[in-house]
């Protein structure tokens, strides 16, 4: 026990803020866990950003193939999880994010399925949003898992769309007993 100006220092830990990370894509809680190098079990809640949508862009080496951005789009609402962070657990994810700038955004916590929460998230926003490849089915599994960590509506179904020619198109839509369905 230490004293300071007749004041009792029980403990000297400093408690390093955290911040909620809007995950949309292939970061489920394992993945989130393995990259910031942690033991302990991650603290997440539904969420979904109103007026964007889900779309596949660019290429990963590592996923072999397009992976998630957003694009704006009325009326539309891409669902995710929202995870607590410390600003160091983030640094950590930014090693991991290439062709992603972090940026603060305000997304709708779902408390319940009928009452949300403005929330101020930090999310990875895709550089580069034109479509190139479909997305690889170990891509859309991880992003799946995310969806399936959700409670409630929301979970089982992926719309693959991109931007081609400056125009946002719904390509297909993923289900995980079935596969990828072209949209003809």
Partial sequence: MEYINDTILL???????????FCYGSNNSQQVIERIQSNQPLIYMNAYLQDYARI???TSERWKGGIVG???QTNSKTYGILV??????????????KG?????IVVNAQISETVT????????????INFEYLPSTEY???IHKMLQERTGLHKNN???????????????????????????
Avoid at 84 to 97: A, G, I, N, V
Avoid at 117 to 128: F, G
Wanted: proline share 3%; charged share 30%; net charge negative.
């Fill in 11 to 21: 403990d000297k830990t400093i408690v390093e803020p955290t911040k909620y990370l």
């Fill in 56 to 58: 596949f862009a660019g």
């Fill in 70 to 72: 957003l694009y704006p």
């Fill in 84 to 97: 607590h962070l410390t600003e160091s657990q983030l640094l950590l994810m930014d090693e991991f994010e």
């Fill in 100 to 104: 992603y700038e972090r940026k603060t």
């Fill in 117 to 128: 929460e403005l929330i101020e998230a930090e999310v990875y926003w895709k550089t580069n």
């Fill in 140 to 142: 859309l599994c991880s």
């Fill in 158 to 184: 992926i719309i693959v769309r991109g931007i081609i020619n400056d125009e946002l198109k719904k390509i297909g839509i993923w289900k995980q007993q079935y596969g990828l369905k072209m949209k003809l």
